[in-house]
């Protein structure tokens, strides 16, 4: 199994619509991020949390809103999808000060039409 | 975040020694180098950090001058699997007492291996 497990794989939403994008982690690490990836741009942070109790907005929050359930998952919602909304979100996990690398999931490719 | 700048791409052939430079002119004291590689449709992967001189895993070298205004990720004999987008980051670790946590990832370098 993945340390980092995004699901869905793909989804196809339409405009309007509510719609999450769930991370699961089995790494044990308190540091869970969110990151957007459009074609040209790079990787973007949206959100990202040190523990379940703490919620910290990136750069590109707007439009974005997330979710700490417990400290192996971290889910990202998009209240109300626009197409511009559409591109990869990965999701990502930390260890504890000392090490800055990430762990990244296999990424979600959402599409809202 | 210490702005980062690297070639948007560049080409080799197999076996040949890989060498991709990062300029980070403004990194400041507490800063960290850190290097991830991108398959397509895949999450980075984290390849090397370092903070000054040379660092080396079973991976790649990462190699920062004195005054640590770039830095230079070696790949020794590349294969078409190395083929990928390369990120060079620069940022605070938290420890250091840095501030907004999460790395700011570029465009990075396309690296294409050529048979």
């Known amino acids: 199994d993945a340390d980092v497990t995004q699901t869905p794989r793909n989804r196809i939403t339409k405009t309007g619509k509510r719609i999450m994008l769930e991370c699961s982690q089995t790494?044990?690490?308190?540091?869970m991020y969110w990151y957007r990836q459009d074609p040209g741009l790079g990787l973007r942070l949206i959100y990202y949390?040190?523990?379940?109790?703490?919620?910290n907005k990136g750069e590109i929050s707007d439009g974005y809103s997330v979710s700490r359930q417990a400290q192996a998952k971290f889910s990202l919602s998009l209240e109300s999808a626009i197409p511009n909304q559409t591109a990869l979100y990965f999701c990502a996990t930390s260890d504890l000060p000392g090490f800055y690398g990430y762990t990244f999931g296999s990424g979600t490719r959402l599409t809202v039409v | 975040l210490a702005k980062t700048t690297q070639p948007i791409s560049m080409d080799s052939y197999e076996g040949q020694e890989v060498n991709i430079t990062c300029s980070h002119n403004?990194?400041?004291?507490?800063?960290?180098i850190t290097w991830y590689q991108q398959f397509p449709s895949q999450g980075p992967r984290f390849i090397i950090q370092g903070y000054k001189t040379k660092v080396t895993n079973e991976v790649a070298s990462l190699f920062i001058p004195a005054d640590r205004k770039s830095s230079t990720l070696s790949l020794p004999r590349v294969s078409l699997s190395d083929t990928a987008v390369y990120y060079c980051l620069v940022g605070d670790p938290p420890y250091s007492g840095g501030g907004a946590d999460g790395l700011t990832f570029g465009k990075g370098t396309h690296l294409i291996i050529q048979p």
């Open positions: 790494k044990g690490h308190d540091r």
């Open positions: 403004n990194i400041a004291t507490n800063d960290y």
């Open positions: 949390s040190f523990d379940v109790k703490d919620i």
